[in-house]
């Protein structure tokens, strides 16, 4: 079975939680016995990946690109549709096309303008969606002041009607998370289910000795809601912690946001994710996030250090091992970091095999339903 995996940047190097969770379903799909494609933006990292070229997309890294986004996108589509849009990736597409495929998948509610170009040739499509768009951007407009709350508000529209097209046109519709299933499922004509993310290694030995940072946090700090939560972090709990402990932040992260918190130690993008965290002596998820999945706190759990979590995140994570902390305020996270100290591997191990098998049996279902 040939499968057309169609997605914004290319997955393989898993450098943010968007890419892992891109690249984990390619993975299961390849387990299930489909032969992959994967079209995106970037460097190919993968013999079965292809480039439509490249797109510097974030909004702060390229300003002038965001603002003819933005323009094209007036009364017409989302901004975070119309930016993923290139004459390149339909020439690479139309090309594809022209050979057989079983069916595509449509990566992110953003490049769901391909929608279109595979019903014209009558391909069916599963839809992997990363969160409940038009909720987030209604969560966002809710959290900021005008004029941005304007924006926000009405990129949730325009995503809504995207989704909705997506929803309602895919064989199968994927989250990441049963409170995503729960918002996109009044919109979906065919099945939509969560599916188990997994992380990007696999558990480590928490008896190996640690020689970096007293704590560690990972994630793509630019997106809007990683950031508030680590500003959150850095200046509620920060100071509650012992005052000799040394923190290092790994991933993106803007110079104001760095420039607010001295105190802590930005590294920038990390070459091995895994390694950093193994390296850690303990590891914070913080997160308010109220859909979707924070895809580092399953790189945590299998990095065999002592994790602690914001209770936002354990909520959408579903059943957690014993041994992950949940935090519901500053004081209560920095006792727990403090007393963090033990890792149940063998728990780890059994929720790490569970949810692999559970993402490879769902993967195997889907497949079956194309007949």
Same mark, same amino acid.
């Given at each position: ?8 940047? $290319? ?22 016995? *489909? ?10 990292? !993968? ?55 079983? !069916?595509?998948?449509? #990566?992110? *509610? ?15 499509? @599963? ?38 097209? $997506? ?21 979906? #004509? ?40 680590? #500003? ?26 760095? #420039? ?5 130690? @930005? ?8 390694? @950093? ?6 590891? !914070? ?47 209560? @996270? ?24 559970? $993402?490879? *049996? ?10």
């Amino acid at each position: 079975m040939r499968l057309l995996f169609l997605t914004t940047t $290319l997955p393989a190097g898993m450098c943010n939680g968007g890419e892992l969770w891109s690249q984990t379903i390619v993975n299961a799909l390849a387990g299930a016995g *489909a032969r992959i494609t994967v079209l995106g933006y970037g460097d190919c990292r !993968a013999p079965y990946e292809i480039s439509a070229g490249h797109r510097l997309v974030e909004t702060r890294g390229a300003p002038l690109f965001a603002a003819l986004a933005a323009f094209q996108a007036v009364g017409r589509s989302a901004f975070t549709v119309q930016k993923w849009k290139s004459a390149a990736y339909r020439r690479a597409l139309e090309g594809l096309l022209d050979e057989c495929w079983d !069916a595509a998948v449509i #990566d992110h *509610a953003q490049m769901g303008w391909v929608q279109p170009l595979l019903e014209t040739r009558s391909i069916p499509f @599963f839809y992997l969606a990363h969160h409940a768009e038009h909720h987030l951007y209604t969560t966002l407009a809710a959290a900021v002041r005008q004029p941005m709350r304007a924006v926000y508000r009405r990129e949730a529209r325009c995503l809504a009607a995207v989704e909705r097209r $997506l929803l309602h046109g895919a064989v199968e519709s994927w989250c990441i998370s049963e409170r995503d299933v729960a918002l996109l499922r009044a919109c979906a #004509d065919g099945r939509v289910r969560s599916l188990p993310a997994l992380g990007a290694a696999a558990l480590a030995d928490p008896d190996a000795p640690s020689f970096g940072p007293d704590l560690a946090l990972l994630g793509n700090w630019r997106w809007a809601p990683n950031r508030h939560a680590l #500003d959150w972090f850095l200046r509620e709990v920060r100071p509650k912690l012992p005052a000799p402990w040394v923190v290092h932040v790994a991933g993106a992260a803007d110079a104001d946001l760095v #420039d607010r918190h001295p105190g802590a130690v @930005f590294l920038g993008p990390v070459p091995d994710a895994g390694a @950093f965290l193994r390296a850690a002596r303990r590891i !914070a998820v913080p997160s308010f996030a109220a859909q979707g999945l924070n895809l580092k706190l399953i790189d945590a759990i299998a990095s065999g250090r002592p994790v602690v979590a914001s209770a936002a995140a354990l909520a959408l994570a579903g059943e957690v091992p014993p041994d992950i902390a949940g935090a519901e305020s500053a004081e209560t @996270f920095a006792t727990a970091l403090i007393d963090a100290e033990s890792v149940d591997r063998e728990a780890r191990r059994r929720w790490l095999e569970a949810r692999q098998a559970q $993402l490879g *049996a769902a993967m195997a279902d889907a497949l079956a339903r194309l007949g």
